[in-house]
């Protein structure tokens, strides 16, 4: 005799946070793969260092400020990315919304202060293999923060529409997932990139 197995599963929910969240293992596979990029390019750098009696090649160090200032607001940015994640938790939309276009505007100051960066490296990128090396890490790490920056515009404009649904909440805690992420990422690169030449 045959038999059927039936479950209902209708009240299962459809979305999850964290672990339990497709798109969270996405994020994280996609991390893996950008930190083995940064591994490599400093990899790289380090070599370059090494193997040249003068670093940087043909150039001054970068100026302090512009990378000083970005560590400066990375680290206070962790506390509002921490608090739309709780909020996201909730599902507080008024605070979600708030909470959004706070950390669009600090990435987009990043941004700007990132554009100071590039301008006061001290050099080209087509100038050495020290300007290379630079310009690939900064040009690497830009990426990243453009990503970041992009997908919180959109989830904050997504969250002033009709699909502000229960799910997008998920959706806010993986983008605050990943820019821990980003923030992490720029501390090693910034001694690396402004302490370094220094040494």
Known sequence: MRQTIVRNVAELPTYGYGPRSGPWWGAM???ALEGM???IAVGAYLYLYAVNPTWPIGASPPDLWPGTA???LYLLSI???EYTNRVAHRQDLAKVRI???VMAAIGIALLVLRGFEFAHLNTRWDNS???SIVWLILGLHTTHLATDVGDTVVLAVLMFTRHAKPRRFSDVTDNVFYWNFVV???LPLYVLL???PRL
């Open 184 to 186: 992490l990422a720029w």
């Open 29 to 31: 596979g996609f991390m």
């Open 129 to 131: 293999a020290y300007g």
């Open 70 to 72: 970005e560590v400066a």
């Open 99 to 101: 909470c959004l276009v």
């Open 194 to 196: 402004d302490w370094v």
């Open 37 to 39: 990029g940064f591994a």
């Open 79 to 81: 506390i509002p990315n």
